[in-house]
T-cell receptor, first 116, second 115 residues
Framework: EPEVTQTPSHQVTQMGQEVILRCVPISNHLYFYWYRQILGQKVEFLVS????????KSEIFDDQFSVERPDGSNFTLKIRSTKLEDSAMYFC??????????????FGAGSRLTVL | AQKITQTQPGMFVQEKEAVTLDCTYD???????LFWYKQPSSGEMIFLIY??????QNATEGRYSLNFQKARKSANLVISASQLGDSAMYFC????????????FGSGTKLNVKP
């Protein structure tokens, strides 16, 4: 079964360092997303991406965050200068959007970011 | 106001019994989608079941069914014949057409299945 793959599974970084989280969405999917889950809390929307541009972003997604699709397969989330509160599980997701109703998000296994 | 409310932080169920996980939602849009995801201790998010606001029938997927009560704005997940592997966090989520890229998640319910 097709899946969304994320790397790394766990990254530990020092505060102020740049981090890049990588995702390979399902190949025929058109919409890509990043969500975040702080330990023990709900999953929160960060950003959606379609046709090589951001289609929507939340208030969490400030200037320290950026996304890009550098080639035909990878979708990356960059955090420029990490803060302690960026420690969370980051989920990549993709969807095919065959129709509004069938737009199921398929999530990756997540990348756990720990900022020290 | 919260878009999705899950009022049960934790639930216990005996193996082989059925369990209902509650979810209520808040939207003024007549067209929306409701989803349930399972998150095992390993962390990944696994899609379980979908219900569209215009669907006449309650959604079912194997042992999972969704008790959709539109007037009450509730979309409870029913797991029949619980198995030990069902122990996990369960998240209810909603998508509205105005922001179809954005899913709103509830705070989750931790289900523990006892042998």
């Amino acid at each position: 079964e097709p899946e969304v793959t994320q790397t790394p599974s766990h990254q530990v970084t020092q505060m102020g360092q740049e981090v890049i989280l990588r995702c390979v969405p399902i190949s025929n999917h058109l919409y890509f997303y990043w969500y975040r889950q702080i330990l023990g809390q709900k999953v929160e929307f960060l950003v959606s991406f379609y046709n090589n541009e951001i289609s929507e972003k939340s208030e969490i997604f400030d200037d320290q965050f950026s996304v890009e699709r550098p080639d035909g397969s990878n979708f990356t989330l960059k955090i420029r200068s990490t803060k302690l509160e960026d420690s969370a599980m980051y989920f990549c997701a993709s969807s095919a959007f065959e129709s509004f109703g069938a737009n199921v998000l398929t999530f990756g296994a997540g990348s756990r970011l720990t900022v020290l | 106001a919260q878009k999705i409310t899950q009022t049960q932080p934790g639930m216990f169920v005996q193996e082989k019994e059925a369990v209902t996980l509650d979810c209520t939602y808040d939207t003024s849009d007549p067209s929306y989608g409701l989803f349930w995801y399972k998150q095992p201790s390993s962390g990944e998010m696994i899609f379980l079941i979908y219900q569209g606001s215009y669907d006449q029938q309650n959604a079912t997927e194997g042992r999972y069914s969704l008790n959709f009560q539109k007037a009450r704005k509730s979309a409870n997940l029913v797991i029949s014949a619980s198995q030990l592997g069902d122990s996990a966090m369960y998240f209810c989520a909603m998508r509205e057409p105005l922001n179809f890229n954005k899913f709103y998640f509830g705070s989750g319910t931790k289900l523990n299945v006892k042998p």
